[in-house]
């Protein structure tokens, strides 16, 4: 995020939603939003279904899932042609704005109206709201990332702040919502395959360097492999080993029996958790991890937000921390590390990190921060941390223009699968259900699996609210519960991916991403059946 929870949500005039729905995924961001609707700021809702903030929206955009890149394209022809565009901030802050009106000409109104499905009026009233307001956040999540364009379909929100000046303020930006609580505090640890932490480029000259300096030992060059990238490699032997921690791919990646297979495929397979989760149960050693509320140390949130973390909590058992876990596995593979305080390795992190550089337990614990956490770049001990991002300068200079043009989804309808199918979050569970589903009053009331299906699709199949049905992919198939509606359009319909009996990921595509390899799961075509 370029801006903060709080600017984005209290100092907004406008607000531009694309694909998220935080009452159900991020439900006290959800409660602010609805607040700032409530003292004045207008809405905009981008989505395929009629979450319940579309209600509060001066305008619900439902369009096609996968067509994101075409509506910011479509966004941005009006600012052209209606004289709505930032000149100066413009001319003054960025690069490539030719390439970019070149690459929107053609996406007028009408013809984005017809890839998304929208009305053109409509898409028209969005762009003058967003664009005429003085302060106004574009707020995102997986409903973005999470198609094989994902990547295309953040720089095209990107390239849509940039051109009417809307970022480097308060109440402007350019803001992902992460999925979950550390999400952010893991990409800055060095989670991705090509870079250390602080996003350091292995590419960089001198970085690896840096760190084989800071680590006294010799490190891999290369770049590694991206998580859903490991699956075919496991098939095909090329990966024979592998280490899980705090994650569940059986029940959260797309095309579950591939990943099965995969994981099956494997010489040697350990998972480090609190639960026996679907995932520990193929594994070779299940090693026990210890809870949030049983150690020290601190979480990264999705406002870039570096906050403390305190053991609440000491429960009987063999339960080690995962730094312990990990330290452990080091000394006995022969590369000798001691046994680190939490607060060391915070000043570890620090030192390699210039984003984290004035970070430290210490610190966050004095009188001076008061429990509010820093938000990074925090690169030394006197800084206050940067609550907005790029505010006078871009990180790069100046801000570069990357024109995208859309390109359909990898899987449409078809006969055989007529129907468009999308994932996302309920309010009552959260992700994996590792947690959650131990929970008797959540299952009460959340206990199964359920698909959403428009009225006319469920008529035509003649298919009742509540009936079990069958649904099938490509993939696999499943049963499950109808939830009829006009949530979604006809011809497209909507699951929780949280369950694991009769769960979408048994379904979805595994078709990833050309830069990230993050997976289409919210585009999979379905047939739905009576049984």
């Not at 801006?3 to 439900?27: F, K, Q, R, W």
């Not at 090329?238 to 797309?254: A, H, K, N, Q, S």
């Not at 907005?388 to 699968?417: C, N, S, W």
Request: glycine share 8%; with cysteine.
């Amino acid at each position: 995020m370029t801006n903060t929870i709080y600017d984005i949500t209290h100092e907004s005039d406008a607000i531009l939603m694309v694909g998220t729905n935080p009452e159900c995924a991020h439900p006290v961001i959800g409660m602010q939003i609805r607040q700032a609707v409530a003292r004045g700021a207008k809405l905009i809702v981008v989505d395929p279904r009629d979450i319940d903030l579309a209600k509060q929206a001066d305008i619900h955009l439902k369009l096609r899932p996968g067509t994101n890149v075409a509506f910011a394209n479509g966004m941005m022809h009006i600012f052209i042609e209606e004289g709505l565009a930032d000149e100066k901030f413009i001319s003054e802050r960025t690069e490539n704005y030719e390439a970019m009106k070149e690459a929107v000409r053609e996406y007028t109104p009408e013809k984005v109206g017809e890839i998304c499905g929208i009305d053109p009026d409509k898409l028209r009233e969005a762009a003058r709201i967003y664009a005429a307001a003085d302060r106004a956040p574009v707020m995102y999540c997986l409903g973005v990332t999470e198609h094989h364009t994902g990547t295309e379909g953040v720089m095209s929100l990107s390239n849509m702040a940039l051109m009417v000046g809307k970022i480097g303020r308060p109440g402007c930006g350019v803001n992902p919502i992460r999925g979950q609580n550390n999400v952010q505090g893991a990409c800055d640890m060095g989670a991705s395959p090509n870079q250390f932490p602080g996003y350091q480029n292995i590419s960089k000259e001198g970085i690896v360097e840096k760190f084989e300096k800071a680590w006294g030992v010799t490190l891999n060059h290369k770049e590694g492999t991206k998580a859903t990238d490991c699956f075919p490699k496991m098939i095909s032997k090329e990966i024979r080993g592998l280490f899980i921690f705090g994650e569940d791919p059986v029940r959260t990646d797309p095309n579950t029996n591939h990943v099965i297979k995969a994981l099956q495929s494997l010489d040697f397979f350990v998972v480090d958790e609190l639960f026996m989760t679907e995932t520990a149960k193929l594994a070779d050693v299940v090693l026990p991890g210890i809870s949030y509320a049983e150690k020290e140390g601190t979480f990264t949130n999705t406002e870039r937000r570096v906050q403390r973390i305190r053991k609440a909590a000491a429960i009987a058992g063999e339960a080690k921390p995962d730094t312990w876990i990990f330290t452990e596995i080091m000394n006995r593979m022969g590369y000798p590390q001691p046994h680190l305080t939490p607060a060391e390795i915070m000043d570890e992190i620090a030192s390699v990190t210039p984003s984290y550089g004035g970070i430290s337990h210490a610190r966050l614990d004095s009188e001076e921060v008061g429990g509010r956490g820093l938000q990074w770049p925090c690169p030394a001990a006197d800084h206050p941390g940067t609550p907005i991002m790029h505010v006078g300068k871009f990180a790069r200079g100046v801000g570069y223009f990357r024109p995208a043009q859309y390109i359909p989804a990898t899987e449409l309808p078809d006969e055989e699968y007529p129907l468009t199918m999308m994932t996302g979050r309920i309010l009552y569970h959260y992700n994996a259900c590792a947690m959650t589903d131990k929970t008797a009053g959540i299952n009460e009331i959340a206990g199964e699996s359920f698909i959403e299906l428009n009225t006319l699709d469920a008529k035509a199949l003649g298919i009742e609210d509540g009936e079990k049905i069958s649904v099938s992919s490509r993939r696999g198939a499943i049963q499950t519960t109808a939830h009829v509606s006009e949530k979604t359009r006809a011809g497209e319909c909507w699951m929780p991916f949280h369950y694991i009996e009769g769960g979408a990921n048994w379904l979805t595509n595994d078709a990833l991403d050309g830069i990230s390899s993050t997976p289409e799961y919210k585009v999979c075509a379905v047939k739905v059946e009576k049984l």
